[in-house]
């Protein structure tokens, strides 16, 4: 059974005035340490965690934390040994050699157990109780260690000893760097005689089976589709490999900095269109494999070729997919192995940013062409396809969702299959020969969306408002759906906006001073002109509008004769909203004039009353005071300052 340290205790034989070891819980005695029985326990350290081990004479045993190692330091003679002393194991005052000791150890193993030891066992073996508390000696001896400190230990040290192990760190430091410089060019060569070898093996071969006038085997399309511009990848990468070796002439005093730098420029353009083309040429491989028998049993030939080593086309196909992220791990190692200050080291820096670039432009070029490729997929479902590939496959253009949403105009609906881009909303209707587009909005910096307030006849509805202001009503089948779509057009419209820590209705509304709530209050009891439209078909125009003297009332009429003989009972209001979410905004087929932040809504059971202010000031006052007489809206009522940064969150 395993005994813990603490279970053990130092004792002396009074019969022979030697001291033993005995452990409280297993019984066993021994005269060593049980933490170190001889050479090969004294290599394999002690127990951890324990900052040194009290032996006889003054000795203690420590552990060197960066070498794991025991050394051994006297208090009473201030010596430091990395072996064993001869009388640490000794009762204290005992100078008798190592062999005289051994000797005891081996007598005390062959069972010769001196009397207190027998007397030892016999005390535990006579009781099954707990065996009692150590001697107040005792335990301080077997507790000290909690006592030294981790620095003490390490101040025990000879400085010729914490240099020499410095020194042993730089040494692997160097060594490893040294290592990596060398798997830079043999890498390097490697990956250049697995390049050379697809081209002797395959390419040549197979493009002087196309050259075949008649009966050729392959074409050169089928050879440019799978090999793409391999060739120039080996042209390169040989040019970038001749000057490694040159520079690894000076081994081990090489820089490589300034040549990866150099061979990154070369990179970024041919590896770029080479990874861009992987996919398509794994599929047309692919296809081969599957549907032509010849071909594909032919590059089977060419893979038993002695110099191809049984790679398959593909295994050297896909090399050069793998090489700039090597590039870029062997040049962060061989960084972390450059000391500071080195010749290189700045060089190698710019190198690692370089390839970090260009790993960085495949991927994002990558990207743009998977995307492009479902933008060509998307073609053949329209009826006129083959015509709109210059107007909806672009390089920049993401293709996001598609589905089924009613578009409401007045009072049609027509359903409508939409597709959503990144900067396009296209809607269509479907036909046998395809869908047939209807329309489209630009989701472009000036592009809005609002949800619009439920009424008796308009539910789950929301507006998109194109830059120029003209509005479209969609409608979803289910609450769910249209807030899906509601947040996939918003996604879309805030990808094309600008980052900018200011905004132009910053600017504007750091003119419109903050006032007194009663003070806008007065300003709507003696009317303002605002913009009203009318709600059965969005026309907009001029009226007086005001509230009435007790403020239970908003009232509108002829602007030249103030008069204001409509009105509506503000009790009787459900919501108070701000932006251009009615769908009266929208109604007309022109453009809307007002924009959307100068616009609210007064919304009632039944209808809404839609109007926009004609300034910043005027819209302030007439928003604020409208929600304290109004505190029982559905939409959430804005305060001043949010009102502000929801303003100028909609530049």
Not at 100 to 112: D, V
Request: net charge negative; glycine share 6%; aromatic share 8%.
């Amino acid at each position: 059974m395993d005994s813990d340290h603490h279970d053990w205790v130092f004792l002396t034989d009074e019969a022979t005035g030697c001291c033993y070891y005995a452990n409280t819980r297993t019984r066993e005695t021994r005269w060593d340490p049980p933490w170190a029985t001889g050479a090969e326990e004294e290599s394999s350290g002690g127990l951890d965690g324990e900052p040194y081990t009290k032996l006889a004479n003054g000795w203690f045993k420590y552990f060197d934390e960066a070498s794991r190692q025991p050394y051994y330091y006297n208090k009473v003679t201030q010596e430091t040994m990395w072996t064993m002393p001869a009388d640490a194991l000794l009762p204290d005052g005992c100078t008798s050699d190592r062999r005289s000791l051994e000797s005891r150890r081996s007598t005390n193993y062959l069972g010769r157990q001196s009397t207190a030891a027998t007397a030892f066992n016999e005390d535990f073996d006579s009781s099954d109780e707990e065996p009692p508390p150590l001697p107040a000696e005792l335990q301080r001896l077997n507790g000290a260690s909690n006592e030294v400190s981790t620095s003490s230990r390490c101040n025990s040290l000879e400085p010729g000893d914490e240099a020499a192990r410095e020194k042993e760190k730089a040494d692997k430091r160097a060594a490893r760097r040294l290592k990596i410089l060398e798997e830079v060019v043999s890498s390097e060569k490697t990956y250049v005689q697995k390049l050379q070898t697809l081209e002797k093996v395959y390419m040549i071969p197979l493009r002087m089976v196309a050259d075949q006038p008649k009966g050729a085997i392959f074409k050169h399309e089928d050879l440019d589709s799978v090999f793409m511009n391999m060739d120039m990848l080996v042209k390169v990468n040989s040019r970038f490999l001749e000057e490694l070796e040159a520079e690894s002439d000076k081994f081990p005093d090489v820089h490589y900095g300034i040549i990866i730098a150099k061979a990154a420029k070369q990179f970024k353009g041919c590896y770029t269109r080479y990874v861009n083309n992987y996919d398509q040429a794994e599929g047309h491989l692919n296809k081969l494999k599957k549907g032509d028998k010849e071909k594909h049993r032919y590059l089977e030939v060419c893979k038993t070729h002695p110099e191809a080593g049984g790679y398959d086309v593909r295994d050297f196909l896909i090399l050069p997919v793998q090489r700039v992220p090597r590039y870029r791990m062997l040049l962060e190692d061989l960084l972390g192995h450059t000391d500071p200050g080195h010749p290189d080291e700045e060089p190698l820096k710019d190198a690692l940013e370089r390839i970090r670039e260009v790993a960085m432009h495949i991927n994002e070029e990558k990207r743009h062409a998977d995307e492009v490729e479902k933008l060509r997929a998307l073609l053949p479902r329209f009826s006129n396809g083959s015509n709109m590939e210059k107007e909806l496959v672009r390089y920049d253009r993401k293709f996001e969702k598609e589905g089924e949403m009613v578009k409401v105009r007045l009072a049609h609906r027509q359903r409508r299959h939409v597709f959503l881009f990144n900067d396009i909303l296209i809607y269509a209707v479907s036909s046998k020969s395809g869908f047939v587009v209807k329309g489209k909005i630009p989701l472009i910096l000036g592009a809005r969306i609002e949800m619009l307030p439920d009424t008796e006849h308009l539910q789950h509805a929301f507006a998109v408002i194109e830059p120029q202001g003209k509005g479209y009503t969609w409608v979803g089948d289910t609450e769910e759906q249209t807030r899906e779509w509601f947040e996939a057009i918003s996604a879309s419209i805030r990808s094309n906006r600008p980052n900018r820590e200011s905004t132009a209705g910053g600017k504007l509304l750091a003119d419109v001073s903050t006032k007194p709530l009663a003070q806008r209050l007065e300003a709507l009891k003696a009317g303002t002109t605002l913009m009203k439209y009318n709600q059965r078909d969005g026309k907009s125009g001029a009226r007086w509008v005001r509230i009435s003297g007790d403020q239970t009332k908003i009232c509108w009429g002829d602007v030249k004769k103030k008069d204001t003989p409509s009105d509506m009972k503000l009790g009787e209001a459900v919501a108070l909203l701000h932006g251009a979410k009615s769908s009266a905004f929208f109604k007309q087929q022109g453009a809307k004039k007002d924009q959307d932040w100068l616009c609210f809504s007064v919304v009632f059971k039944g209808r809404t009353l839609d109007f926009a202010a004609t300034n910043a000031e005027l819209l302030l006052d007439w928003y604020l005071a409208l929600a304290q007489l109004i505190p029982k809206s559905t939409e959430p009522l804005l305060d001043e300052t949010e009102l502000r940064t929801r303003i100028e969150g909609m530049f």
